[in-house]
């Protein structure tokens, strides 16, 4: 289990009790409306010289009672609320406006829901939205989940392609946490993928898991993807994806989420 909000999720099962889960999806309407919704950073690395290349928006609820609830269950809440697209629009504006001061060498990595892939108008509000927060969009990651890309796989292509023109990239995410679906590397327009920590947590002990991840890479690198590597805890685990030729990395190592004014005093240092 995490110990701080994952990235921003979706069709996940969230932890809290069902009856709890019920109650509060009429108070989440309410949290979007004002200040309980939180936006924070998880800084991303190079892994050819170790310096911060951007971060990835993450999202956790101040909840007024119950304290902190964290991304899984926030967004289980707002799928059985019908919210979720709302929340993630919500937390994008929210991290766009975060980011405006950061310096042009910081990326920021959004994530993005299934509904919103599923919406027709969903590439041309998403770049006005960008637009309207004068970040170009060649500092901007957009990043998938497998489980994301439900039914329509020609319509998620076209919206992707339409921002990846913007100068927008796309990566997809938690590759290896499920059914990976090949299928999606030859059909989308990705610059990227991006490991699950699942993939990473064995390759330091079991010589099974460092060859699975070999063979990812290679075909990532084969494809012309980049591979980013997350859930990095230990130095050893850094170092072997360094050697295996990713090229990012994040993970509780370095740096937990953090607010975007630490994120920017941790890039000045």
């Given at each position: 289990?995490?110990?701080?909000?994952?990235?921003?999720?979706?069709?996940?099962?969230?932890?809290?009790?069902?009856?709890?889960?019920?109650?509060?999806?009429?108070?989440?309407?309410?949290?979007?409306?004002?200040?309980?919704?939180?936006?924070?950073?998880?800084?991303?690395?190079?892994?050819?010289?170790?310096e911060m290349v951007g971060a990835e928006a993450l999202a956790r609820w101040h909840h007024p009672t119950l304290?902190?609830?964290?991304?899984?269950?926030?967004?289980?809440?707002?799928?059985?609320?019908?919210?979720?697209?709302?929340?993630?629009?919500?937390?994008?504006?929210?991290?766009?406006d975060r980011s405006r001061q950061w310096p042009e060498n910081l990326r920021l990595a959004l994530n993005v829901?299934?509904?919103?892939?599923?919406?027709?108008?969903?590439?041309?509000?998403?770049?006005?939205?960008?637009?309207?927060?004068?970040?170009?969009?060649?500092?901007?990651?957009?990043?998938?989940?497998?489980?994301?890309?439900?039914?329509?796989?020609?319509?998620?292509?076209?919206?992707?392609?339409?921002?990846?023109?913007?100068?927008?990239?796309?990566?997809?995410?938690?590759?290896?946490?499920?059914?990976?679906?090949?299928?999606?590397?030859?059909?989308?327009?990705?610059?990227?993928?991006?490991?699950?920590?699942?993939?990473?947590?064995?390759?330091?002990?079991?010589?099974?898991?460092?060859?699975?991840?070999?063979?990812?890479?290679?075909?990532?690198?084969?494809?012309?993807?980049?591979?980013?590597?997350?859930?990095?805890?230990?130095?050893?685990?850094?170092?072997?994806?360094?050697?295996?030729?990713?090229?990012?990395?994040?993970?509780?190592?370095?740096?937990?989420?953090?607010?975007?004014?630490?994120?920017?005093?941790?890039?000045?240092?």
């Amino acid at each position: 289990m995490d110990r701080i909000p994952d990235p921003v999720r979706s069709a996940r099962s969230g932890g809290l009790p069902p009856a709890l889960t019920r109650s509060l999806e009429g108070e989440l309407v309410k949290a979007l409306g004002g200040r309980e919704i939180e936006v924070l950073f998880q800084p991303q690395f190079s892994c050819a010289n170790g310096e911060m290349v951007g971060a990835e928006a993450l999202a956790r609820w101040h909840h007024p009672t119950l304290g902190e609830i964290g991304a899984r269950d926030l967004f289980h809440i707002a799928e059985r609320a019908h919210l979720v697209a709302a929340l993630s629009r919500h937390i994008v504006a929210q991290a766009l406006d975060r980011s405006r001061q950061w310096p042009e060498n910081l990326r920021l990595a959004l994530n993005v829901t299934p509904e919103e892939i599923a919406e027709p108008k969903f590439a041309q509000e998403f770049a006005s939205l960008v637009g309207r927060s004068g970040i170009a969009p060649n500092r901007l990651t957009l990043e998938i989940t497998e489980d994301v890309l439900l039914g329509d796989l020609e319509l998620a292509a076209e919206a992707l392609a339409a921002l990846k023109a913007t100068g927008l990239k796309v990566a997809l995410d938690d590759f290896g946490a499920g059914f990976c679906n090949f299928h999606y590397l030859k059909q989308l327009p990705l610059d990227a993928i991006k490991l699950d920590r699942t993939m990473v947590v064995g390759i330091c002990h079991d010589e099974r898991d460092k060859a699975v991840l070999r063979a990812i890479v290679q075909l990532a690198h084969a494809l012309g993807l980049e591979v980013v590597a997350e859930g990095i805890e230990t130095e050893a685990q850094r170092d072997a994806v360094v050697v295996e030729g990713c090229a990012y990395w994040q993970g509780f190592l370095r740096a937990e989420p953090m607010r975007s004014e630490e994120m920017l005093r941790m890039a000045a240092g």
